[in-house]
């Protein structure tokens, strides 16, 4: 009795030893600074040299975040106020738990249009307004349908860092992504261009609503609201003159961007509080709220998880891939796939509460962090305290911008997306014909038919073209195997054995 007590005590003293070496302070602490980035980099943080710039690049994101937040809210067929709480709040969340330290996230184009479209076909089944209308009605019921639709996004997005789904982005490739990007991004611009006409339309949804967009569009420009049509004429061209000539002018003396989005927006709610464009027939954003009281919590709704979770599955999917597409691409020494999977979940689950919709990186802003040396995530935190700022204070002088304003932003943007993306093709043909046939097809069918037919089309191209890749790697080295074995035995023969085979060969040609 007494030998096997002394056995349990001597085990029960080992399992303790193990377990204390497995949990040391540590391998816990690695744990956690692995799970939350910013509590490795901060303490660390360089802040005689990466202050400034990142301080800079903060500043200058902030000031392209408003627009565009206020924008991608439009496009999201949300309150306006969404579109600042995702640019502050979400992007807040994900510099605590994120490894891309080159990267601008919040409100993206792709993401904000196919939240509207989610959002505008549930308040139609319920026969309400697709847009919001200002009604304390339609709000309620609107963030409540936003909030539960971006909390399913982040259980999605629980289960896809559970089961190491960051892999699933090898079938998004690039001729997938940059075909239905474009398609996207025109389907973008048909809903967005009737704001530079200040014409009211329904906008569609579901199949060839490029086409139906655009009808509508052509067939009511007798209506257009002149003010209007010059107004965005004069915005549009005051991008377009940045673009080809400010830009390039102000790069030659520094690296300092100029926000023209920013300086376009203040000059556009002076001009309009002054000359009273809504006397004029503008339509303007009108009441935003600010202050503590403003920040309100969106409660969700369980009952909604099953209304909301297709879309939330083709929206976690689509964002996932072009996210950690768009990030890799500035990252890649650093980047991990799983850890981002997380970032981008927590920032749902929690942000989901406050009014927030699906974040990602944006390209465009990410390179403007770039060419402002942008050197941690420090940017986006101050670009999030600035905004902070901003929702405190600031609402109620957004109230006379005009809502042309945020559509030439849109519109200006897209063009630029699709530019960019249009040079892509010719590089995809030269590669190989099927990587070409994959880009113009996705684009095709997500364009004059459908999104989730682009999809659904751009899945099953590429699988094909992974599984061909596969099973034709498998043959070539079966067929290199069975060379290397016929090789390994033509020299495992004795030297006198072949010279007998080769006297047999010539007799052989000989009798013949």
């Known amino acids: 009795m007494n030998n096997s007590g002394q056995n349990e005590t001597v085990q029960d003293s080992s399992t303790k030893f193990r377990f204390k070496r497995l949990c040391t302070k540590k391998k816990i602490w690695n744990t956690v600074t692995s799970t939350i980035p910013i509590l490795q980099w901060l303490p660390s943080y360089k802040w005689s040299s990466d202050l400034v710039p990142d301080f800079f690049a903060g500043l200058t994101l902030a000031f392209l975040n408003v627009p565009q937040a206020l924008a991608f809210a439009v496009l999201a067929n949300a309150p306006l106020t969404t579109g600042l709480y995702t640019a502050c709040f979400s992007a807040f969340v994900y510099a605590l738990l994120g490894t891309a330290s080159v990267s601008s996230f919040g409100p993206v184009a792709i993401g904000s249009m196919l939240t509207g479209e989610t959002v505008a076909v549930f308040m139609t089944e319920r026969n309400m307004s697709a847009t919001p209308d200002g009604t304390i009605e339609d709000h309620t019921t609107r963030v409540t349908f936003i909030a539960t639709l971006t909390f399913t996004i982040g259980l999605i997005y629980v289960v896809f860092y559970i089961l190491n789904m960051g892999t699933i982005r090898a079938l998004f490739t690039k001729p997938f992504v ?30 060839f609503v490029v086409y139906k967009n655009f009808r509508d569009v052509i067939l009511k420009l007798p209506d257009s609201h002149v003010p209007t049509v010059i107004f965005s004429v004069v915005v549009i061209m005051i991008f377009v003159l940045n673009m080809f000539v400010l830009k390039r002018l102000v790069a030659k003396c520094t690296k300092f961007i100029v926000p023209i989005e920013a300086i376009v927006l203040v000059v556009s709610i002076i001009t309009s509080y002054f000359a009273d464009f809504r006397a004029l027939g503008f339509e303007t954003v009108g009441y935003i709220p600010s202050g503590v009281s403003s920040i309100t919590v969106s409660p969700i709704d369980p009952s909604l998880i099953p209304t909301s979770f297709p879309a939330a599955v083709t929206l976690s999917t689509i964002n996932m891939a072009t996210t950690l597409s768009m990030v890799l691409a500035f990252n890649s020494d650093k980047l991990r796939a799983g850890q981002e999977i997380l970032a981008m979940s927590v920032s749902n689950l929690i942000c989901s509460n406050l009014q927030c919709m699906i974040i990602g990186n944006s390209m465009m802003r990410t390179i403007v962090a770039i060419n402002l040396g942008i050197k941690t995530l420090m940017a986006t935190i101050v670009s999030s305290i600035i905004l902070l700022f901003v929702l405190m204070f600031a609402g109620p002088l957004f109230e006379p911008l005009p809502t042309a304003a945020l559509g030439c932003i849109i519109i200006v943007a897209i063009v630029q997306l699709i530019i960019t993306n249009l040079k892509q093709p010719p590089s995809f043909f030269k590669k190989s014909f099927e990587d070409g046939a994959i880009w113009a097809v996705v684009f095709a069918t997500t364009v004059f038919w459908d999104i989730q037919i682009g999809l659904i089309t751009g899945f099953v191209l590429t699988l094909r073209q992974l599984l061909v890749k596969v099973i034709g790697d498998e043959e070539e080295k079966k067929k290199r195997l069975s060379q290397a074995e016929e090789l390994h035995s033509v020299e495992a023969i004795p030297e006198g054995e072949k010279l007998l085979e080769e006297k047999m060969r010539a007799k052989v040609v000989e009798k013949r």
């Open 178 to 207: 940059s075909g239905f990007i474009t398609g996207c991004a025109i389907h973008i611009l048909a809903k967005s261009v009737k704001m530079l006409f200040g014409i009211r339309l329904k906008s569609h949804y579901g199949p």
